[in-house]
């Protein structure tokens, strides 16, 4: 990347740059001219200069400029006129100078615009740059850095050198063009007048900039406070369980206390400086004004100087100020953008940045297929210089698995990342079936081999997405635009390619289906739910399917089949052992084991209009309750729950299980609760503010009558919620239709999750065994329907959050496994990637998958070393060396060797 950054501007927007040139110079023009209109104004229409009386009509109206005194006085004519009387001759000059202004005006839009574009392809074309060389670092840079401070730079801290390249070369121009025009004309007006207005503009020019050196500075380490502000903040989200379990939070807080602190100073004493600038900037500009009136008066009382140059002089001083402040402001500018961009450059300047050609587009690379993986004389040194694998050469054939066995600190784990070419080694090579993998490009390594490590990273989508990452390695089809779409689309290309973005249609089809050795999406679904099988990953989905809801298309198939399930469950549930396990929807019936905001409502809300936990506040749910007199009802119930709900869990810690299990208010909200509770007792239902009626009137939405058992909800009560059903349901707003769906046991309820549309229900309260028993029919029903493939597959669009992190460590391992066994690469390389499951867990899986991958090869990296007898070679690592190879029987027969040593070791510690 170019080190400075008028190199990077003028090597990619020179031409640009010399476009809008033109532009400025013919802007002067019509500025000029503009100026020197209002003098022709005054002097001769308005004073009646060139006519004899004032209804002559001598006067031409002509276009000249006059030269100064010191160049000889004389007028360039260009335009010789013809004949106006004095009135029409005014109405003409002041139309011309109208047209100036509107031509001027035009002009500086486009200029303005050409900058606009201009500034934000160079910074796309920037912000691009930057991402891709976080692509091409070297993984140990990323130990190095902080992922919050890269986004802040590419984000934030770029956006001014974007503005600022379009203002770079054609601001000073224009501006200086302004300046040096209204310096000039102020000079042919008259000489003196002319040599004040120049002093004052340098100096100026002088005394401000040397006043920002300072600002500079402190600009300076405003952006790295900032920037190390970003970093901390992130650490600390990141940290947060160990602030918590450590009891640091106060520690924390002085340390941002003290960040924040620094920054205020620094900020405080940029903006004292500012302001003082912008003071001493504007007296300078007025003080010009003072001697205009002074001299320029006294020259136009001794008759040396006119009265409509005078005027013209001071309008045109009135423009000078601005420019020549904005060209103080562009260098301040142009000296802080410039310390930017050379910080943002540093902190992405790294050694052995990976080559662009490492990263390059190939459609279709020879992969390695057979032979044999070859590691010869392979060594890493860590940035000390030591050694964390030494000279370590080992060779098997494609089909092998192996096992890579050592304690704490032996390597394993680098050498691992360096056989998947995701650390470069310091010498020796990695060859696979002939190719080098330490030369080869990504196109060859990521496809030719799999590497899930100990604490794999899923991306922010769904299951099913996280799965088919490693299948988009490059546009497989291109995607078909028609009509505007298609012209859209070319605008798009042109501008990425202006910009030096990539070129490559995100819209296009970039699986490859062929890699995972299938042929369409059916089969590719089939694929995948094979491998997540394989993966042990079937129970957490089948799970994650039944409590997601499900988008589907009224009258489908998919619809069809849960409708089905539905009736089947419907019919189990009549025999006599299954009767009492769940209370099914009935519009005629109160569901007790439903809670009280259900049973109202009789469907499930669409978004939050109908939550929960805005019920009561909801202006037609007031108005259902206030018309079938619940209101009230409501209200003592909620504040009996209140008086309820301090008795029991006054006493209680926070966190304890009660609370979760029973209460309808928080720890932090018991001293609110409270204290409506006293204001009840002191004024009655009647008088507390409508805040305090809101709480207590949702506090009965959340009752569950054979869960809580408090005895406040009686047949009476009941009932009368059944009138409320039913007036919702009637008088619902046509504007509210769509939050919210009714149960109604002949539809499909999408906004419902998959279990509840087919329960059609809820599962009683207090039945032993209950929620296992209605399970397993579950299950049982899915399975004779052959539905449980469906369940799976809205298993599989199920959002895993960041980083994973609504899936447990395990689940994430899992479905990390999974999406390498689905592109069917060479060779697999896992790095402790089952160490986060219980044992158990580590040898099912651990069969699973040799015996999926069985015929290709697999370097497996193992957290217990008894586990290396299910391989067919066992490579011992100790401090970075390879200190045994062999079979599993052979090192093991070996008394005192290394692998008894490990064995040995792991039992002790165990």
Known sequence: MERSLFGFILKYSRKEQLLIVPLVVLSMVFY????????????????????????????????????????????????????????????????????????????????????????????????????????????????????????????????????????????????????????????????????????????????????????????????????????????????????????????????????????????????????????????????????????????????????????????????????????????QERMDTSIKYAQVIEQFSVDDLAPESQLELIDAPELPVQGSLRVHNLSLLDESGSKIIDSV????????????????????????????????????????????????????????????????????????????????????????????????????????????????????????????????????????????????????????????????????????????????????????????????????????????????????????????ENLAMHPYVREVLDKTGLTEDLLRVGHKLAETMLELFSDLPPGHELFERFSFIAYDDLPQVKDIVTRVTATGLDRIPEPDRNLLLGLPFKMVVTKHRLGLIDEDLEGRILQARHYFASNLPPALHDAIEFFDVEKFNSAASLQDNILFGKIATGQAGGTSKIGELLRRILDELELRDMVLTVGLDFQVGTGGSRLSPPDRQKVALARALLKQPTLLILDQTTAVLDPQAQNRLLQSVLQSRKGRAVVWVLNRVEQAKQFEQVLVLERGRLVDQGSYAQLAARDGGPLNLLLNAGKQSA
Request: hydrophobic share 45%; with cysteine; aromatic share 10%.
């Open 32 to 331: 000029y001219a503009s100026l020197d209109l209002p003098k022709m104004i005054i002097n001769q229409p308005i004073q009646g200069h060139g006519f004899a009386s004032p209804d002559a009509t001598a006067a031409f109206l002509r276009l000249h400029f006059s030269l100064p005194d010191f160049l000889g006085g004389a007028q360039l004519n260009l335009f010789d006129g013809f004949a106006l009387e004095r009135t029409s001759y005014l109405i003409a000059l002041t139309l011309t100078f109208l047209a100036l202004i509107i031509i001027s005006g035009l002009i500086k839009l486009r200029i303005n615009t050409m900058k606009g574009w201009m500034g934000e392809r160079m910074l796309r074309r920037l912000r691009y740059y930057l991402f891709d060389h976080i692509l091409r670092f070297p993984l140990p840079t990323f130990r190095r850095v902080k992922s919050a401070e890269m986004a802040t730079m590419i984000k934030d801290e770029v956006e001014p050198m974007g503005g600022f390249v379009g203002e770079a070369i054609i601001t000073p121009l224009y501006l200086g063009g302004q300046a040096l025009t209204a310096l000039f004309f102020i000079l042919f007006q008259h000489i003196y007048l002319g040599l004040v207005a120049f002093a004052m503009v340098v100096l100026q020019a002088v005394i401000i900039p040397k006043m920002r050196l300072r600002l500079l500075a402190l600009s300076k380490e405003r952006q790295i406070a900032a920037r190390q502000l970003a970093g901390r903040v992130a650490e600390s989200v990141d940290g947060v369980i160990e602030i918590h379990a450590h009891d640091t939070a106060n520690y924390e807080r002085a340390e941002m206390s003290a960040r924040l602190g620094r920054l205020f100073r620094i900020r405080f004493e940029y903006y004292q400086r500012k302001f003082m600038i912008k003071f001493l900037n504007n007296l300078l500009s007025q003080i010009t004004p003072f001697l205009f009136y002074l001299v320029g008066g006294y020259l136009a009382i001794v008759g040396r100087l006119d009265i409509g140059a005078l005027v013209a002089v001071i309008a045109a001083y009135k423009d000078l100020p601005g420019p020549v402040k904005e060209l103080i402001d562009w260098d």
């Open 393 to 612: 050469t080992f060779e098997f054939p494609l089909e092998a698995h192996v096992a890579i066995v050592g304690s704490g600190g032996a390597g394993a784990g680098e050498l691992a990342m360096l056989m998947a070419r995701l650390l470069v080694p310091s010498s020796g090579g990695v060859e696979m079936g002939g190719v080098d993998l330490t030369r080869a490009p990504e196109a060859v390594t990521g496809r030719a081999t799999g590497y899930v490590g100990a604490v794999a990273y899923l991306f922010p989508i769904s299951v099913r997405d996280n799965l088919l990452y490693g299948l988009k390695h490059r546009p497989v089809c291109e995607a078909v635009y028609e009509g505007e779409d298609q012209r859209t689309f070319e605008r798009r290309m042109r501008e990425a390619v202006r910009a030096g973005n990539c070129t490559l249609d995100i819209e296009a089809q970039w699986l490859d289906y062929a890699a995972a050795g299938v042929a369409d999406d059916k089969a590719m679904e089939k694929r995948i739910l094979e491998i997540v099988r394989t993966v042990d990953l079937e129970e957490t989905l089948f799970e994650i399917g039944l409590r997601s809801a499900v988008e589907t298309q009224s009258g489908s198939h998919q619809e069809q089949s849960i409708l089905r399930a539905r009736e089947t469950m419907r019919a189990r549930l009549r025999q006599p052992e299954l009767m009492e396990l769940v209370e099914q929807f009935d519009v005629s019936r109160y569901n007790r084991n439903a809670t009280m905001a259900e049973n109202l409502l009789f469907g499930t809300p669409v978004g939050k209009v109908f939550n929960s």
